[in-house]
């Protein structure tokens, strides 16, 4: 069985000897593998309905026939006692969900070693919202999923480190926290690949945007993409500084 990069990097923040959850497990690739490699003794995979289920079941008995599974039907964190598996991975949902999910009862989601998260989507928005309930950010990692390059969050809740003004300042800055500097402090072979096409993309939708009326909101989009530009920008001449100073 082999895994995808996006799954395989995501195993590798697993480390061996560890219990994992796999909630919204869909086929259930990765606890599958993680446990047939003898990686973890023991893995939980959740999904939200019996039909989303039965795919992780039909993937059991086809990589793993007659192995005991834990498979549980619930929604997000619910299934879960507090504190039961050292690792939960939440992967391929929207940042907004998974930040829905982990806040919904903050008590049971800090009970838990690590998440290991891969948003689809307002991955800013999941940043911030990880600050406010008192997440620190380990590690990002990019990785690639047909022609998409993905991010993938490592993160840990430690007391004391909640950011009541991460929300606020997120809808003040959202470029920061869309684009933060940790993506360079935890550059990877896609780094610069990723920042290069986030940069082609706002340069398009700043085009776009000039073409249209300049009416106030026309112009205050304007503005946001130009700093978002700026940001990107930014990042990269960072990047390319590190570069040079690696190769002197």
């Known amino acids: 069985m082999k895994l995808n990069d996006r799954l395989d990097k995501i195993a590798g923040q697993i480390n061996a000897g560890e219990t994992m959850a796999d909630i ?6 990765l606890p599958i593998y993680l446990k047939k490699t003898g990686k973890c003794p023991h893995v939980i995979m959740t999904d939200i309905s019996r039909g989303s289920l039965d ?4 993937d059991c008995e086809i990589y793993e026939p007659g192995e005991p599974f834990d498979l549980r039907i619930g929604d997000g964190l619910t299934v879960l006692k507090p504190g039961e598996v050292n690792d939960v991975v939440i992967a391929g949902m929207g940042g907004s969900l998974i930040a829905d999910i982990m806040g919904a009862d903050p008590g049971l989601s800090s009970s838990f070693g690590r998440f290991i998260l891969q948003p689809r989507n307002n991955i800013g928005k999941l940043r911030a919202s990880l600050s406010r309930m008192g997440f620190v950010i380990t590690k990002e990692q990019l990785a690639e999923e047909g022609r998409f390059l993905c991010v993938i969050i490592t993160c840990e809740y430690r007391e004391g480190s909640e950011q009541g003004d991460a929300m606020e300042d997120f809808a003040l800055r959202p470029w920061e926290w869309d684009f933060p500097d ?18 082609r993309r706002n340069r398009r939708i700043l085009t776009r945007i000039h073409c249209g009326a300049a009416d106030p909101v026309t112009k205050a989009a304007a503005e946001r993409t130009e700093h978002y530009i700026e940001q990107l920008e930014g ?9 040079i100073h690696a190769e002197g």
């Open 235 to 243: 990042l990269l001449e960072q990047l390319k500084e590190m570069d």
């Open 182 to 199: 940790s993506l360079i402090r935890f550059r990877g072979a896609h780094t610069a690949d990723y920042l290069n096409r986030e940069l």
């Open 55 to 58: 795919k992780a079941v039909r």
């Open 24 to 29: 919204g497990t869909d086929h259930g690739f």
